[in-house]
C-alpha cells in the first residue's frame, strides 16, 4: 500500500518534469549576480533518520527548541558520528534556544565522546554585525530567547558535556575557551560578518578532517552565508560541499588538497 502511495506520488510528479516545472515557479532572483533561488525538493526517498530510534527521541524532545529542520539536524547527528576519531571539541555558534546544539551533546554522549566538550555560544540578544553584503538580516533578529532557556534544556537531557557562552563570538566569548583543538563547527548566525569571524577563529583551531557547517548557505534571507561560503570554498586547504538540504560543508584537508 505504502509503496504504492510511494510510487504514485513520486513517479508521476518526476515525468516529464512536471515536479521542476511547479517549483520553476518559485524561482527568485538573488542580489548577486547569477545567485539563483528555487524551492528545492530532490527525488531520494531513502530516509535513515525514521529507523534511528536515539535520533527519533532526540528530536522530539529539540524540536520545539531549533529553527533548524530534521534534515539538517540528521545530517549534523551523523556528523559528529562520523567525526569520532577526529581530535578536538565541538563548537556551535548561534544556538537559539538550544536546539541543534543539545542534539550534537546528546550524540557526542552517545558515541562514547566523553572529554568532548559542547560549546555554546551565542548573544542570546539576537543577530549581529548585519551589513551591506546581507540580503534581508538587519540585526537584532531571534533574540527571543536566552541562556537560562538553553541550559533548562541540557539540564532536560541530562547534558554534562556542554559550555554555554554568552555575548558575541568570537569578539567577547572566545578567549574563555581554552582549548586549542576543534573537530566540529556548526555556524549559525545567518550573516556575512559574523560568519566570516567565526570561521576564521576555528578554521586554525580545526584539526584535519574536521568539518565546518554552514548552516545557512542554501537560503535566499541569508545571502551573505552563500557569499561567504563561495569564496572560501576556493582555498587550497578547503574540500567543499553543497548539500541540498541547504547546509554548506567545508572539510578540513592538507594545503596540497591531497
Ligand atoms: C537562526 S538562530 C540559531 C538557530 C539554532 N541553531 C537552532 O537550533 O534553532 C541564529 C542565532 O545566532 C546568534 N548570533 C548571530 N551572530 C552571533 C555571534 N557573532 N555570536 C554569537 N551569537 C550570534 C543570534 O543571537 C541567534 O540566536
Redesign the pocket.
Known sequence: MRKEILKNLAAPLRRNGRLEGALRLTRLPGRGTRVIHQLVIPHATYSPWWADDEFQTTFKEVQS????DVYRLYELWTLVEQLKNVDGDIL??????????CLLARKAKLVGLETTTVFL?????????AGAQDSEYTGGE??N?SAEIVRRLAARLGLDNVRILE???PDETAHTIESGRFRLCHI????YE?AR??FEWCWTRLSLGGVVVF?DFGFHDCEGVTRLVTELATRADVLFLHNLNGHALLIKRPQNGA
Open positions: 527548541f531549533t529553527l533548524v556551535e555558534v548561534g544556538v537559539w534556544r538550544g536546539g541543534s546544539g555560544c551565542d548573544t542570546f540578544a539576537g543577530v549581529v554585525k531571534h533574540s530567547t555575548g558575541t563570538f549559525d548566525v545567518d550573516v559574523s569571524d567565526v548552516d
